[in-house]
């Protein structure tokens, strides 16, 4: 069975930084892309980043370049987030997913809310 738990979110003053891991399991993670999403109130799901399976090949959008950086583990099945420089436009739910065959897994979200 397929899981994805995200964790590390929560409450951060603007210019404040906080990483956000997702634990998988239930599938070869190695070789597996993983991204994470993001959803603000009142506004469609973003894709905020992405980390290839193969060569660890990176893209982000251009809303968090330079501020964001997604790695992996593979030795521990994990994805990260890691978000410096917070701006109160990054305030949404985060969902790390998983490419895989059958089709794109989602997590449950974990908030993140920028505001002083």
């Known amino acids: 069975q397929v899981q994805l738990v995200e964790s590390g979110g929560g409450l951060v003053q603007p210019g404040g930084s906080l990483r956000l891991s997702c634990a998988a399991s239930?599938?070869?993670?190695?070789?597996?892309?993983m991204n994470w999403y993001r959803r603000a109130p009142g506004k469609e799901r973003e894709l905020v980043a992405t980390?290839?399976?193969?060569?660890?090949?990176?893209n982000y959008a251009d809303s968090v370049k330079g501020r964001f950086t997604i790695s992996r583990d593979n030795a521990k099945n994990t994805v990260y987030l890691q978000m410096n420089s917070l701006k109160p436009e990054d305030t949404a739910v985060y969902y790390c997913?998983?490419?895989?065959?059958?089709?794109?897994?989602w997590g449950q979200g974990t908030q993140v809310t920028v505001s002083s």
């Open positions: 997913t998983a490419d895989l065959w059958v089709g794109r897994r």
């Open positions: 980390i290839s399976s193969a060569s660890g090949r990176t």
């Open positions: 239930g599938f070869t993670f190695s070789s597996t892309t």
